[in-house]
């Protein structure tokens, strides 16, 4: 197992030192530049905003976002196994004809 290493990242123009793996560092810094674009966004042009807030509200929009993401994957799931079964079954009746 690897040491944790710490790596230092920016949001909002603050830095905050974290540590992780070495083989996921590359994965958390493309996380905090993400957090930092959506903080800034839900920032907009109100630099008087508070941090706390604006924390929040990127996180509520990446929660939403990823409830997104799994229902669709879920809706597509049901269509895959719903779509197998239909073919299952014209093999079934292909392989093994009625007599």
């Not at 994965?27 to 109100?46: P, T």
Request: aromatic letters at 2%; glycine letters at 6%; proline letters at 4%.
């Amino acid at each position: 197992m690897s040491a944790s290493l710490p790596v230092t990242i920016r949001l909002l123009d603050r830095e905050y030192t974290v540590g992780c793996e070495p083989d996921e560092r590359d994965s958390l810094l493309a996380a905090a530049k993400l957090l930092d674009s959506k903080m800034r966004e839900v920032r907009g042009s109100n630099r008087m905003a508070a941090l706390d807030r604006v924390a929040v509200l990127a996180a509520l929009n990446f929660a939403h976002e990823l409830l997104q993401l799994r229902n669709d994957g879920e809706g597509r799931d049901r269509e895959l196994a719903r779509t197998l079964g239909d073919l299952h079954r014209r093999l079934d009746g292909l392989l093994d004809p009625p007599r």
